[in-house]
């Protein structure tokens, strides 16, 4: 099982790899508050290729970006750009954060299909984990239809040459456990109170991903440092 505490910035980086983990992964989120952005998908393509490649150049291990939906790039631009950012790979989300809710499945399985075709015509395996974000509340799906939207979502993306699916925000086991029965590949989780690492491995999920979560406990650290300091 591969688990991957999302770094934020260069420092971040390098502590998570000083800490022996052999790849690393960002956390759009993160990324995009350390630069003084919002999240979902309207930061500065530009400032987050930066902040990728910044990663990627001061650690020794393989890196992977969360790219959330794309910035809008053309597939064959997207790959150029995680390519000259020194990445392996990348997570893209199939949020409308335009319109709201999510981008049919088609069309994303069909972006999903240009990224792969650009990769294998630059000869370079970037690895693809294609987020359901069915289970999110914004994404307005009934909850007693979101198991069987992610199992057809995920069956689209994998056909389309996702390497790894990852439906964000389920923190039920029972539904984990059906969704990685279901899904023909592997499937990237989140632990949680009902889902501590070993119960993830014991499901067979793949992958192990933290999103923000240690940078908003970076802060949270340094906010009761400076409050303290004040008080003496």
Do not use: K, Q
């Not at 991957?4 to 759009?28: I, K, M």
């Not at 307005?140 to 069987?148: I, Q």
């Amino acid at each position: 099982m591969l688990v991957l505490p999302n770094v934020w910035d260069v420092g971040s980086a390098r502590v998570v790899e000083g800490a022996g983990y052999r790849a690393l992964a960002t956390a759009s989120a993160a990324v995009t508050a350390v630069l003084g952005h919002e999240d979902g998908d309207v930061a500065p393509s530009d400032e987050m290729f930066a902040a990728a490649a910044r990663i990627a150049r001061a650690v020794s291990v393989p890196v992977s970006i969360d790219a959330e939906a794309g910035y809008g790039l053309p597939p064959a631009e997207l790959v150029d750009r995680l390519l000259a950012a020194g990445v392996v790979g990348c997570n893209l989300e199939d949020s409308d954060h335009a319109a709201g809710g999510l981008v049919d499945a088609d069309r994303h399985a069909a972006y999903l299909a240009e990224v792969r075709a650009a990769c294998a015509a630059r000869e370079v395996p970037l690895v693809l984990n294609a987020r359901v974000d069915v289970f999110l509340p914004p994404a307005g799906v009934p909850a007693d239809g979101r198991v069987d939207e992610a199992l057809r979502r995920a069956r689209l993306y994998r056909e389309a040459g996702a390497d790894c699916v990852y439906p964000i925000g389920v923190g039920d086991p029972d539904v984990l456990a059906r969704l990685v029965e279901g899904i023909d590949g592997p499937v990237n989780g989140n632990s949680g109170p009902d889902l501590p690492l070993a119960v993830l491995r014991d499901l067979g999920v793949a992958r192990v991903s933290y999103g923000p979560r240690f940078y908003r406990a970076a802060l949270a650290d340094l906010d009761r440092a400076v409050r303290r300091l004040a008080e003496e």
